[in-house]
């Protein structure tokens, strides 16, 4: 194989393995059936730093809910500093519908100015 027929083998073989991963995830991740359903849920507060500094944006964050369905704990995935903080306050006051066993699930907070 010439220089060129390798890396074109070597890409193919990399998209390969990506779409495989892909695909196993899709079928471990979350979707809309499995995710547990909210009872009651408190609306996070626009910072007022954020609000002056016309910060907006969405705030993603890993939930941990027990069977019962409080929030046991929650860790940032992503967003801005400002905004992270309200959004995982609000997070830690939800109720979600109890299940036999404890799931994890990414919920998004959105602020817009």
């Not at 929030?71 to 939800?94: F, I, M, N, S, Y």
Request: glycine share 6%; proline share 4%.
């Amino acid at each position: 194989m010439t220089i060129s027929g390798w890396a074109k083998f070597a890409v193919t073989a990399t998209v390969a393995v990506l779409l495989a991963a892909a695909s196993a995830f899709s079928q471990t991740g979350s979707t809309d059936e499995t995710k547990r359903k909210v009872k009651s849920k408190t609306m996070p507060s626009y910072p007022e730093l954020a609000r002056r500094m016309n910060v907006s944006g969405k705030v993603k964050v890993e939930v941990v809910i027990a069977p019962d369905g409080r929030v046991k704990t929650t860790r940032v995935v992503g967003g801005h500093p400002l905004l992270v903080q309200t959004c995982q306050d609000a997070l830690k006051e939800w109720k979600f519908v109890p299940a036999s066993e404890e799931t994890t699930q990414i919920v998004e907070c959105e602020f817009h100015n």
